[in-house]
């Protein structure tokens, strides 16, 4: 497996590190109790925590495509509403632990909150017995040390036209020591990514 590189984007130059006592338990907090942290960043603001770094890249509300396979056949799909679509840099900085930050079931904890305390669910890809949804842009993988990956977490759309300020609420796996079946509600380390409705770029 080759190591990738994170696409060229622009990055602000602080990077904030997570001590790992700071690890909370997993909750849809109120955004208004969300401040002061050190978990809190913005659009292009890089984070790290434990043996992983994060960079939110850019937010887009557009309708996602895929493939919907279903026993041997497979299909292209297309979502009929347009869905919140948050690309992101993720980095392994280990010296040697092989994990993968991002799960099915992280993403499924990976909500967004409104001005007005409205929640937006995460939106993920369908698990049945005999179908499986996959969204392009959404890549879920093992990272070796150093190895970089671009990725997509997505959420449903705004509930109401006049919130102009959210919280994305992202659960990362952190190290190769937690599995994520292991903690419910879930305990990895929380980001909490800031961002208002002129940050959206719809398509």
């Known amino acids: 497996m080759g190591k990738t590189d994170v ?15 700071e690890a909370i338990t997993f909750k849809l907090p109120k955004t208004a109790d969300i401040t002061n942290d050190s978990r809190i960043i913005t659009l ?6 434990e043996q992983i770094k994060f960079i939110p890249m850019k937010i887009e509300l557009k309708r996602i495509a895929g493939i919907k396979a279903e026993f041997m056949d497979e299909s292209s799909i297309e979502t009929t509403e347009k869905i919140l679509v948050l690309t992101c840099g993720i980095k392994n900085i280990s010296e040697g ?3 993968s930050p991002i799960t099915e079931d992280t993403l499924r904890t990976c909500g967004v909150i409104d001005n007005f305390s409205n929640v937006m669910p995460p939106f993920v890809r369908g698990m049945f017995e005999f179908t499986k949804y996959k969204f392009h842009g959404q890549v879920i993988k093992e990272l ?5 990956l671009k990725t997509t977490i997505m959420s449903y759309k705004p509930k109401v036209d006049n919130a102009t300020k959210f919280t994305w609420v992202i659960n990362l ?8 079946n292991q903690f419910s509600p879930p305990s990895d ?6 961002f208002d409705r002129s940050e959206i770029e719809e398509r």
């Open 44 to 49: 292009r603001e890089p984070i790290i925590i």
């Open 97 to 99: 632990q092989v994990f």
């Open 7 to 21: 696409p060229n984007f622009q990055v602000k130059t602080d990077v904030k590190t997570v001590p790992q006592e």
């Open 144 to 148: 070796l040390p150093d190895e970089t």
């Open 173 to 180: 796996i952190t190290n190769n020591q937690i599995h994520f």
């Open 189 to 194: 380390k929380t980001i909490f990514l800031k």
